[in-house]
T-cell receptor
Framework: NAGVTQTPKFQVLKTGQSMTLQCAQD?????MYWYRQDPGMGLRLIYY???????DKGEVPNGYNVSRLNKREFSLRLESAAPSQTSVYFC????????FGPGTRLTVT | EDQVTQSPEALRLQEGESSSLNCSYT??????LFWYRQDPGKGPEFLFT???AGEEKEKERLKATLTKKESFLHITAPKPEDSATYLC??????????????FGKGTKLSVKP
C-alpha cells in the first residue's frame, strides 16, 4: 500500500515550457486535491476533484489545468510555466482524513 | 470568510520544556479541525482530527484540544525528534468528499537537546 505517489520529485523548467505533474493513490478514495506550498503562504488549494469525472477550482487555479484520469489518478498541468509557479506541489486524497504525497519541487527560471 | 491563524510562527524549546501551539479559526460550521506534522522535504503527516468543543486527543507527547474558536497542540516534555512544522486545518462545508481543508501557515518547532 503506497498511499499517494507523485512524479517527478524535482523539476526545473524554463519560462514558457509546459509539464504535467502526475499523482496516483491506491486507497480507493473518491476525492483528490492539488495544493501548492510557498514560504510564508502555507498550503493553498489549486484544484480538487470530489469524485471521478468531476473537477473544480480551488483558491489559486490560474495557470493550471487538471485531469481526473480515473479514480486513482489526478494530474496537474502547467501549459506555459511562469517564475511565479516556482513552488512545492502536493497531491492529496481523502475520505475522512486527507493523505498527502511526498511533493514535487518545481523551479521555473 | 473561512480562516485559520496559527501562532507562534516559530517556537524554540529545550528538550523537556513543555509548551503549546495555538490555532484560531473562523469557519461557517466546523466540520473537523485537523493537525498535521510536516518534516522538511516531506508531505504533511496526519496527527489528529477534532470535531466538537471540549474534545481532546493524545498521541505520545502530543495532546490536541478544541474550543469553539481555537485549538491547542500541547507538547509535553518534547524531544529533538519532535522538531517539525505543525499545521492546523479546518474542513470547509463545500468541495471534496465532506469538504476541502483550509490550512494555517504553520508553527515551526525546534527542540534543542
Amino acid at each position: 500500500n503506497a498511499g499517494v505517489t507523485q512524479t517527478p520529485k524535482f523539476q526545473v523548467l524554463k519560462t514558457g515550457q509546459s509539464m504535467t505533474l502526475q499523482c496516483a493513490q491506491d486507497m480507493n478514495h473518491n476525492s483528490m486535491y492539488w495544493y501548492r506550498q510557498d514560504p510564508g503562504m502555507g498550503l493553498r488549494l489549486i484544484y480538487y476533484s470530489a469524485s471521478e469525472g468531476t473537477t473544480d477550482k480551488g483558491e489559486v487555479p490560474n495557470g493550471y489545468n487538471v485531469s481526473r484520469l480515473n479514480k486513482r489518478e489526478f494530474s496537474l498541468r502547467l501549459e506555459s510555466a511562469a517564475p511565479s509557479q516556482t513552488s512545492v506541489y502536493f497531491c492529496a486524497s481523502s475520505v475522512r482524513q486527507m493523505h498527502f504525497g511526498p511533493g514535487t519541487r518545481l523551479t521555473v527560471t | 470568510e473561512d480562516q485559520v491563524t496559527q501562532s507562534p510562527e516559530a517556537l524554540r524549546l529545550q528538550e523537556g520544556e513543555s509548551s503549546s501551539l495555538n490555532c484560531s479559526y473562523t469557519v461557517s460550521g466546523l466540520r473537523g479541525l485537523f493537525w498535521y506534522r510536516q518534516d522538511p522535504g516531506k508531505g504533511p503527516e496526519f496527527l489528529f482530527t477534532l470535531y466538537s468543543a471540549g474534545e481532546e486527543k493524545e498521541k505520545e507527547r502530543l495532546k490536541a484540544t478544541l474550543t469553539k474558536k481555537e485549538s491547542f497542540l500541547h507538547i509535553t516534555a518534547p524531544k529533538p525528534e519532535d522538531s517539525a512544522t505543525y499545521l492546523c486545518a479546518v474542513r470547509q462545508n463545500y468541495g471534496g468528499s465532506q469538504g476541502n481543508l483550509i490550512f494555517g501557515k504553520g508553527t515551526k518547532l525546534s527542540v534543542k537537546p
